[in-house]
């Protein structure tokens, strides 16, 4: 048995079952990542000596827990990567910025902590775009991630290092977060499943903040059944985030052991997210996977979301508006990088400017022009209502539809540069993620295909804020019929 | 032309909350504890950290907007205001903007004789920030951050007070009753309460208001009414001259005693103030609001009122006794234990006990939470008095001694037998005594000035060291009085 070839679900069972060690399962996965990773770049810490560790600690538990009956955790022994906006004691955290270069955090962010504490193993801190910001990962102050199915060519991003080393199969499972796609995009562009929760069902603590009201910690997996495996443990009320839901948290993996049939699943499908310049094949892998949702008995209709066309200026005024104020705090006094300048004020200009990439810079003074005075009415204030337009168009369509469905990205991968110098058509790339980051609901992103060239093509579906339970259960029947997330590129 | 000046005047108060307003650290004396000791990820403000609210702190301000007679938002907000600084971790404070925790309130003072309502524009939540310690060698500015994130309520007046002796009595009347409700301890060398005053001058008479300058960083009752004497000077002056009012942030230099400009009005800033949204909006049920209302305490004037009523002090020694909480509560307790009307304990106290202290340097509380005098104890002095088991001198050599030794009236008298002399015959041949070696004033009083009496009855009073009680002297010299006259 070849442990890359298992799912996370599956190399649970496997540990288990005592059919694989720990301590073998981590090397394994730790020479890949180390042998791939000049070529991929998709880590900017792999902690290899710690996770074998940690490893054989587990293994440890398991041995006690066969003799006393005690289970330990459910991810027991199970390596992960965590995307490094995330804060976890023992590694730096740079948000993939030189203005954190050697920042140790001195906690641990809730997800991660939840993981850890069922018993898995960090491996490592994956690249990203420099404070999440950026759709390729060629933001990232320390290089960027390639694709894994073609190293021309980007990842996806932000979290297009977790993507990469999931798709690479270099970790079994990797966490990301979603500010406006930054999880669903890069699973697309990777062919790996890519879930963001709904806002406040995974607690943000220990997140480097990006656009606050937008951001989400969420998974990139092989498999839905992963996603939901992850979620189960990380989801769920805490107190050191006030944004966190208090609501109970659903046994999201048992509700998949239905079987794959979606009879009276009603599955909406906005005809606004498909436009006019969509890479065909990308049109037709996923109405063609439309065609196999219905064919295991949902029911498809078209839907209007009208609203659509304007989630893209909103979430450009809301997200640098919360982000301007968020990277505030990187000022050289406290943690960090400090280039001393001559007083106070030049001090910052070094710190920042130098600190902070151009596309940072972008955002933070787009957010500070929209918050500023006589301006805030038109943009921050006017992004809002339409914010709550949006929010509100969702809602309605759950009342008729139980999940909404549609590509995640109108094409597929880009060249690594193609787009550097052109942020809008960057910027483009978030179009059909934006709309569920502003209204705060699920989104799972789940391989469909592969286009002309032998790009991963990805299927999006979208469900009612905490209803992570419905698009678990669509994803995870689509996976039943279907092969692509067995399959992996050739390195 | 004569100029009224129109003042309006923020006030930021800590609460005296265990924690701090968004996390755990512990709120400690700032000006004792050791720099950067009473810190944790959110209150530096490191990646990753969020806010959550201290619950115990919107307590305490909505204590004080019920006090103040606000309409308490059902709803409010919290938005960042952002601005660089070193003492501000975050690079925006938490405060709120656009819906405050609560407005439209009203706070009465008693400037002179006449009693003046202002009233209270809003009041709002947010957190402080560090301080900053500027090193002249080697030139260096060091940061320490216990005080960051404590809690603050912000309460911002209208503009409706026109002299120093109106924003004096707004100023002392407002910390007053922070220390009635225990939110704050009043203690201003410890900065726990600073002001912000805003003003403008206009001619006697109009009502439209002229341009405003604000005077920022004001620690001291001192410095407020210093800064603002000097500020309508300066406008009036420039006024005067038909110069204009420039519209800016002004500093006050203490040492100096002038105002000087930090900001023009070009050069404001411009906060960027926005929802934060880190923190949902703080919700303030019927429920809770009622649960707070329960613990307002009996307010100053409500309790000045009592005083007069209850006790039948007159409004003078009662405003004096309300000045302070623990005053106001000594005073009843020592009432309780005295048994004597209020008015003789106030008199002890106002007259007798706070000359002591005075001179001694001391405050009722005492030190280190130890009490002077406990009030029990003090009503038991004044109760000896009153059933005539000491006389009254002795009574106030007494209370120097119990001060001075911290022992009780009960001891000193066992002690020292400082008690009255109650034995009857000694008490008749003291005042046998005095008769015989003052015949002229026995002479003159048996003439018809019975008013030599009162003389008498002092010589008593020495000759036994004040340990006689002088209506049962005043009963034995009548009575020796009349028997001589007959004999």
């Given at each position: 048995?070849?442990?890359?070839?298992?799912?996370?679900?599956?190399?649970?069972?496997?540990?288990?079952?005592?059919?694989?060690?720990?301590?073998?399962?981590?090397?394994?996965?730790?020479?890949?990542?180390?042998?791939?990773?000049?070529?991929l770049?998709?880590?900017?810490?792999?902690?290899?000596?710690?996770?074998?560790?940690?490893?054989?600690?587990?293994?440890?538990?398991?041995?006690?827990?066969?003799?006393s009956?005690?289970?330990?955790?459910?991810?027991?022994?199970?390596?992960?990567?965590?995307k490094?906006?995330l804060?976890?004691?023992?590694?730096?955290?740079?948000?993939?910025?030189?203005?954190?270069?050697?920042?140790?955090?001195?906690?641990?962010?809730?997800?991660?902590?939840?993981?850890?504490?069922?018993?898995?193993?960090?491996?490592?801190?994956?690249?990203?775009?420099?404070?999440?910001?950026?759709?390729?990962?060629?933001?990232?102050?320390?290089?960027?991630?390639?694709?894994?199915?073609?190293?021309?060519?980007?990842?996806?991003?932000?979290?297009?290092?977790?993507?990469?080393?999931?798709?690479?199969?270099?970790?079994?499972?990797?966490?990301?977060?979603?500010?406006?796609?930054?999880?669903?995009?890069?699973?697309?562009?990777?062919?790996?499943?890519?879930?963001?929760?709904s806002?406040?069902?995974?607690?943000?603590?220990?997140?480097?903040?990006?656009?606050?009201?937008?951001?989400?910690?969420?998974?990139?997996t092989?498999t839905?059944?992963?996603?939901?495996?992850?979620?189960?443990?990380?989801?769920?009320?805490?107190?050191?985030?006030?944004?966190?839901?208090?609501?109970?948290?659903?046994a999201?993996?048992?509700?998949?052991?239905?079987?794959?049939?979606?009879?009276?699943?009603?599955?909406?499908?906005?005809?606004?997210?498909?436009l006019?310049?969509i890479?065909?094949?990308v049109?037709?892998?996923?109405?063609?996977?439309?065609?196999?949702?219905?064919?295991?008995?949902?029911?498809?209709?078209e839907?209007?979301?009208?609203?659509?066309?304007?989630?893209?200026?909103?979430?450009?005024?809301?997200?640098?508006a919360?982000?301007?104020?968020?990277?505030?705090?990187?000022?050289?006094?406290?943690?960090?990088v400090?280039?001393?300048?001559?007083?106070?004020?030049?001090?910052?200009?070094?710190?920042?400017?130098?600190?902070?990439?151009?596309?940072?810079k972008?955002?933070?003074m787009?957010?500070?022009?929209?918050l500023?005075?006589?301006?805030?009415?038109?943009?921050?204030?006017?992004?809002?209502?339409?914010?709550?337009?949006?929010?509100?168009?969702?809602?309605?369509?759950f009342?008729?539809?139980?999940?909404?469905?549609?590509?995640?990205?109108?094409?597929?991968?880009?060249r690594l540069?193609?787009?550097?110098?052109?942020?809008?058509?960057?910027?483009?790339?978030?179009?059909?993620?934006?709309?569920?980051?502003?209204?705060?609901?699920?989104?799972?992103?789940?391989?469909?295909?592969?286009?002309?060239?032998?790009?991963?093509?990805?299927?999006?579906?979208?469900?009612?804020?905490?209803?992570?339970?419905?698009?678990?259960?669509?994803?995870?029947?689509?996976?039943?019929?279907?092969?692509?997330?067995?399959?992996?590129?050739?390195? | 032309?004569?100029?009224?000046?129109?003042?309006?005047?923020e006030?930021?108060?800590?609460?005296?909350?265990?924690?701090?307003?968004?996390?755990g650290?512990?709120?400690?004396d700032?000006t004792?504890?050791?720099?950067?000791?009473?810190?944790?990820?959110?209150?530096?403000?490191?990646?990753?950290?969020?806010?959550v609210?201290?619950?115990?702190?919107?307590?305490?301000?909505?204590?004080?907007?019920?006090?103040?007679?606000?309409?308490?938002?059902?709803?409010?907000?919290?938005?960042?205001?952002?601005?660089?600084?070193?003492?501000l971790?975050?690079?925006?404070?938490?405060?709120?903007?656009?819906?405050?925790?609560?407005?439209?309130?009203?706070?009465?003072?008693?400037?002179?004789?006449?009693t003046?309502?202002?009233?209270?524009?809003?009041?709002?939540?947010?957190?402080?920030?560090g301080?900053?310690?500027?090193?002249?060698?080697?030139?260096?500015?060091?940061?320490?951050?216990?005080?960051?994130?404590?809690?603050?309520?912000?309460?911002?007046?209208?503009?409706?007070?026109?002299?120093?002796?109106?924003?004096?009595?707004?100023?002392?009347?407002?910390?007053?009753?922070?220390?009635?409700?225990?939110?704050?301890?009043?203690?201003?060398?410890?900065?726990?309460?600073?002001?912000?005053?805003?003003?403008?001058?206009?001619?006697?008479?109009?009502?439209?208001?002229?341009?405003?300058?604000?005077?920022?960083?004001?620690?001291?009752?001192?410095?407020?009414?210093?800064?603002?004497?000097?500020?309508?000077?300066?406008?009036?002056?420039?006024?005067?001259?038909?110069?204009?009012?420039?519209q800016?942030?002004?500093?006050?230099?203490?040492?100096?005693?002038?105002?000087y400009?930090?900001?023009?009005?070009?050069e404001?800033?411009?906060?960027?103030?926005?929802?934060?949204?880190?923190?949902?909006?703080?919700?303030?049920?019927?429920?809770?609001?009622?649960?707070?209302?329960?613990?307002?305490?009996?307010?100053?004037?409500?309790?000045?009122?009592?005083?007069?009523?209850?006790?039948?002090?007159?409004?003078?020694?009662?405003?004096?006794?309300?000045?302070?909480?623990?005053?106001?509560?000594?005073?009843?307790?020592?009432?309780?234990?005295?048994?004597?009307?209020?008015?003789?304990?106030?008199?002890?106290l106002?007259?007798?006990?706070?000359?002591?202290?005075?001179?001694?340097?001391?405050?009722?509380?005492?030190?280190?939470?130890?009490?002077?005098?406990?009030?029990?104890?003090?009503?038991?002095?004044?109760?000896?008095?009153?059933?005539?088991?000491?006389?009254?001198?002795?009574?106030?050599?007494?209370?120097?001694?119990?001060?001075?030794?911290?022992?009780?009236?009960?001891?000193?008298?066992?002690?020292?037998?400082?008690?009255?002399?109650?034995?009857e015959?000694?008490?008749r041949?003291?005042?046998?005594?005095?008769?015989?070696?003052?015949p002229?004033?026995?002479?003159?009083?048996?003439?018809?000035?019975?008013?030599?009496?009162?003389?008498?009855?002092?010589?008593?009073?020495?000759?036994?060291?004040?340990?006689?009680?002088?209506?049962?002297?005043?009963?034995?010299?009548?009575?020796?009085?009349?028997?001589?006259?007959?004999?």
């Open positions: 048995m070849d442990p890359l070839d298992l799912s996370l679900s599956q190399t649970a069972d496997a540990l288990r079952e005592g059919a694989l060690s720990s301590r073998s399962l981590t090397e394994t996965y730790a020479r890949r990542a180390e042998k791939l990773d000049p070529i770049h998709a880590f900017l810490q792999l902690e290899v000596e710690n996770a074998l560790r940690e490893a054989a600690a587990a293994d440890e538990r398991w041995a006690v827990s066969r003799k009956g005690n289970a330990p955790g459910a991810l027991n022994g199970i390596p992960i990567a965590v490094d906006v804060c976890v004691r023992g590694f730096r955290c740079t948000a993939g910025s030189r203005i954190l270069e050697g920042f140790q955090p001195p906690y641990t962010a809730t997800p991660v902590d939840r993981l850890q504490k069922s018993g898995a193993l960090i491996l490592g801190k994956t690249n990203t775009d420099e404070f999440a910001m950026g759709s390729s990962t060629e933001n990232s102050a320390y290089g960027p991630t390639h694709n894994p199915w073609d190293v021309t060519r980007v990842p996806g991003g932000s979290s297009g290092g977790s993507a990469a080393a999931v798709a690479a199969r270099m970790i079994p499972a990797a966490l990301g977060s979603d500010t406006g796609g930054s999880i669903r995009q890069p699973a697309a562009y990777c062919g790996v499943v890519g879930l963001k929760p806002y406040g069902r995974v607690s943000r603590y220990g997140l480097v903040a990006f656009g606050s009201s937008l951001d989400c910690v969420g998974t990139l092989r839905v059944e992963d996603a939901a495996f992850l979620l189960e443990i990380m989801a769920g009320y805490d107190e050191c985030d006030s944004t966190s839901m208090p609501s109970p948290v659903p999201y993996r048992k509700a998949l052991l239905d079987g794959p049939d979606l009879r009276g699943v009603r599955i909406g499908i906005p005809k606004e997210y498909f006019p310049g890479q065909p094949d049109d037709r892998l996923v109405r063609e996977a439309f065609g196999k949702l219905q064919s295991l008995g949902a029911q498809l209709q839907i209007s979301l009208p609203s659509t066309e304007f989630a893209l200026p909103v979430y450009y005024l809301i997200a640098p919360e982000a301007s104020a968020n990277l505030a705090r990187y000022d050289g006094v406290r943690f960090g400090r280039r001393e300048g001559d007083g106070l004020w030049e001090t910052y200009n070094q710190t920042r400017g130098k600190g902070f990439g151009s596309e940072v972008r955002r933070i787009l957010g500070t022009y929209a500023s005075a006589g301006y805030y009415d038109a943009y921050y204030g006017q992004a809002q209502k339409v914010r709550t337009l949006i929010k509100a168009e969702f809602e309605k369509a009342q008729e539809v139980d999940v909404i469905a549609s590509p995640v990205t109108p094409a597929t991968a880009f540069g193609e787009k550097v110098d052109d942020p809008l058509s960057m910027y483009m790339e978030d179009l059909l993620t934006l709309p569920a980051s502003l209204a705060g609901i699920p989104g799972l992103s789940v391989p469909c295909g592969r286009d002309s060239i032998g790009l991963p093509v990805g299927l999006q579906l979208c469900g009612p804020f905490l209803g992570e339970e419905k698009i678990l259960k669509v994803g995870w029947a689509f996976q039943q019929v279907t092969r692509w997330h067995l399959e992996a590129p050739n390195l | 032309m004569e100029w009224e000046p129109v003042v309006g005047l006030v930021h108060a800590e609460l005296r909350t265990q924690s701090k307003m968004f996390c650290c512990a709120v400690v700032c004792v504890a050791e720099p950067n000791t009473h810190t944790c990820p959110v209150c530096l403000g490191m990646p990753g950290s969020l806010p609210i201290n619950r115990r702190a919107v307590d305490l301000g909505l204590r004080v907007a019920l006090a103040l007679g606000c309409r308490v938002a059902p709803v409010s907000v919290f938005a960042r205001k952002n601005y660089f600084y070193p003492d971790p975050k690079g925006y404070q938490i405060s709120q903007y656009e819906l405050p925790l609560a407005a439209e309130g009203v706070l009465k003072i008693l400037p002179g004789e006449q003046r309502v202002i009233r209270i524009r809003r009041v709002h939540l947010e957190e402080d920030t301080k900053l310690f500027h090193e002249e060698k080697p030139a260096r500015s060091l940061v320490d951050l216990n005080r960051a994130g404590v809690p603050l309520l912000e309460i911002v007046s209208e503009p409706d007070m026109h002299s120093v002796e109106e924003v004096k009595a707004y100023a002392t009347t407002l910390r007053r009753l922070l220390q009635y409700l225990e939110v704050n301890s009043g203690d201003m060398e410890k900065g726990v309460i600073r002001f912000e005053a805003n003003i403008s001058l206009r001619p006697k008479g109009a009502t439209e208001l002229g341009t405003r300058v604000e005077i920022k960083n004001l620690n001291s009752f001192r410095a407020l009414t210093r800064s603002m004497e000097y500020e309508v000077e300066r406008q009036a002056a420039r006024l005067s001259e038909g110069q204009a009012i420039r800016e942030t002004l500093g006050w230099d203490e040492n100096a005693g002038r105002t400009s930090q900001r023009s009005k070009e404001a800033h411009d906060y960027r103030y926005f929802p934060e949204p880190d923190l949902p909006p703080l919700e303030v049920s019927p429920q809770w609001l009622e649960q707070i209302r329960r613990t307002v305490p009996e307010l100053p004037d409500a309790l000045c009122d009592r005083l007069v009523s209850q006790f039948g002090l007159g409004r003078y020694d009662a405003e004096v006794l309300v000045a302070e909480r623990s005053t106001a509560e000594y005073f009843q307790r020592a009432v309780k234990t005295s048994g004597a009307p209020g008015r003789t304990v106030a008199a002890w106002t007259g007798d006990l706070f000359g002591l202290l005075n001179t001694r340097n001391l405050t009722l509380e005492g030190r280190g939470g130890e009490p002077v005098l406990p009030a029990e104890e003090f009503g038991a002095l004044i109760r000896m008095v009153s059933e005539g088991r000491i006389n009254g001198p002795t009574g106030k050599s007494l209370l120097v001694e119990m001060i001075d030794t911290g022992k009780t009236a009960e001891v000193l008298v066992s002690e020292g037998s400082l008690g009255q002399i109650t034995d015959d000694t008490l041949s003291a005042v046998r005594k005095t008769l015989v070696e003052n002229g004033q026995v002479a003159s009083f048996r003439g018809g000035k019975t008013s030599v009496i009162q003389w008498l009855l002092g010589q008593v009073m020495k000759t036994t060291g004040g340990r006689a009680n002088p209506q049962t002297v005043r009963k034995m010299l009548e009575e020796e009085l009349a028997r001589g006259s007959k004999e």
